[in-house]
């Protein structure tokens, strides 16, 4: 067993798994300082990262620059990498773009949607890859809770149950119904990991950017902020521009002699 498939199989053994974005190298350094399990490149740097309005914005070049930058600042943790809307579009694209985020030194790509041939494809090429079922941001019209309805509950646990039976390792559950989310754990092997999918899952994920407080948007109501660092940000870029312009920056101890 190489040293990849082990770190995944690790983190796939444990009962509830901790996953967080990140999109460059000084944070995914101190989220694997701070011990989290996995770090997702989500494409979710489209909208947080690059100020653009949707994550389908992302493009491949984009996604593997950041993966880049990620692996750099998190050596001994596993990352999946979100594929851009786009890039794997018949499983011929998704194996050879597959193969570029494996190159940069993801451990697994994460794709959205219910694509079997896809999944069959890249497990196949022994390139593990991870789901994402709920709300689809790629291809969504508008952001809103999935599978509220009995037949949409019904489609998402079937698609669910579909690619647990082709050996898909772990999917993402976003936006759905916490009974739908506890189903498909229940009813599956794969690892289900939620983002606005309740506690039932094996494991949860967060915009790093929406749960550090950077990003002043409206917050999901699944979103749990647990610091405020654009305020730390701004006192502390108040300050040193305050300093600079009376004087008190640079002071002797911070010259040269
Ligand atoms: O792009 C992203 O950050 C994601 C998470 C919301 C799961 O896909």
Do not use: W
């Not at 079922?133 to 646990?157: F, H, I, S």
């Not at 993402?172 to 092997?189: K, N």
Request: glycine share 8%; proline share 4%.
């Amino acid at each position: 067993m190489n040293k990849e498939t082990k770190m995944l199989d690790q983190v796939f053994s444990l009962d509830r798994i901790a996953m967080i974005t990140a999109y460059e190298f000084c944070t995914a350094r101190i989220f694997e300082q701070a011990g989290v399990d996995m770090i997702l490149v989500g494409d979710s740097l489209a909208m947080v990262f690059q100020g653009k309005q949707e994550t389908r914005n992302a493009t491949l070049e984009e996604m593997l620059y950041h993966t880049r930058a990620v692996v750099r600042g998190a050596e001994r943790t596993p990352i999946v990498s979100d594929m851009p809307a786009n890039s794997y579009s018949t499983p011929e694209m998704a194996v050879e773009n597959a193969g570029k985020f494996f190159e940069a030194g993801a451990h697994m790509v994460k794709i959205e949607g219910f694509l079997p041939e896809v999944v069959q494809a890249l497990l196949e090429n022994k390139m593990p890859v991870m789901g994402h079922l709920g709300l689809l941001p790629q291809t969504a019209e508008n952001y809103r809770v999935v599978g509220k309805n009995p037949e949409d509950a019904e489609r998402v646990l079937e698609e669910a149950k579909n690619l647990d039976r082709l050996g898909i390792p772990a999917i993402v559950l976003e936006c759905v119904p916490l009974s739908l989310a506890r189903r498909i754990t229940d009813e599956t092997t794969c690892k289900t990991i939620g983002i606005g999918a309740g506690m039932y899952c094996d494991g949860q994920v967060l915009v790093a950017n929406d749960l550090l407080g950077l990003y002043d948007r409206k917050m999901p109501k699944f979103v749990r902020k647990y610091a405020d660092l654009s305020q730390v940000i701004r006192q502390a870029a108040e300050k040193y521009a305050s300093d600079v312009r009376t004087g008190l920056f640079p002071g002797d101890e911070e010259s040269y002699h």
